[in-house]
């Protein structure tokens, strides 16, 4: 492009080569830089394809869930098993009994919907611990108690 | 009398737009940066649930985050959600169904909020979910 005033021209240059490599490779490692994947811990479900579990006391025809042991939890975030109100470090102990029974039983998770997520977690925790210390692979359901 | 001065020929004056591109990506770059930056200031005031039987989360495929920092505050994709359906509006229109969804939730927030993303999350097709806690 030319600006002309008077007599004077006065170029517009675009040279790509001059964009210069240091401001390019800033950019480029800024994006690097704020994309790099971080080392994640938690727990990962892969789940089937199936109606969502939230409905799941609702849909109990399309989703049937049978020898289980009932793990629940109230919003006050009192653990019961098997309906019986058991202490956060007894509940390890209570499941693996009923396990030890019945091996081939799944753990049935039922939640208040007002508990906190921490609870979940927890139960989620001591589950896992359960299955582990009898070297069985984790068979779990989550339901959830809605008002 | 007039007096003729020769004045040395001076060389056609040119400016550099290269300076205008770099101001352009830098400006690109520092907008990612904020957006980012935001989001990483929310991630850091979430209190994760400690799991002691925790697992390594695969984070190489497709990953997104959703933070949920209190039951009226959720984020996806660096992004404020007003309603669960926006969801759908960020996951369909990128196509993404193939994603994992990696929540990091406050562990004061209600087991419903949690729930009610999830059973979006699997309305909108995306099956491979996880939680991610610290500890």
Known sequence: MK???ENKTIDFKFDFVSLSVANL?????????????????GILFAFEKKPAFA???????????????????????????EDEPVKIDETTYKLKNYLTEDSTRSIYIIIHQDASYEYLIKAFDITIETFKALKLSPKIYIGVIKR | MAVKIN??????????????????????VFMVIVVKVEYYEKSKI????????????????????????????IYAEGFRIKSLDD???IYLMKSQKDISVLIKADKNVKVNTIIEVMDKLRQ???NKIAFITGG
């Open chain 1, 3 to 5: 600006i002309f005033k």
């Open chain 1, 25 to 41: 490779s800033f950019i480029i490692l800024s994006f690097f830089a704020l994309n790099i994947p971080k080392k994640e811990k």
């Open chain 1, 55 to 81: 409905q799941l006391p609702y849909q109990t025809q399309k989703y049937e869930v049978s020898n289980y042991i009932k793990f629940s939890i109230n919003d006050k975030g009192e653990f019961f098993v």
């Open chain 2, 7 to 28: 004045f040395p020929k001076r060389e056609i004056p040119s400016i550099s737009v290269v300076s205008l591109a770099n101001l352009a990506l830098i400006i690109a």
């Open chain 2, 46 to 73: 979430i209190n994760l649930p400690k799991l002691n039987n925790s697992f390594k989360i695969p984070t190489q495929s497709k990953v997104s985050t959703i933070l949920i920092v209190n039951d009226n505050e």
């Open chain 2, 87 to 89: 969801l759908s509006t």
């Open chain 2, 124 to 126: 909108i097709g995306i």
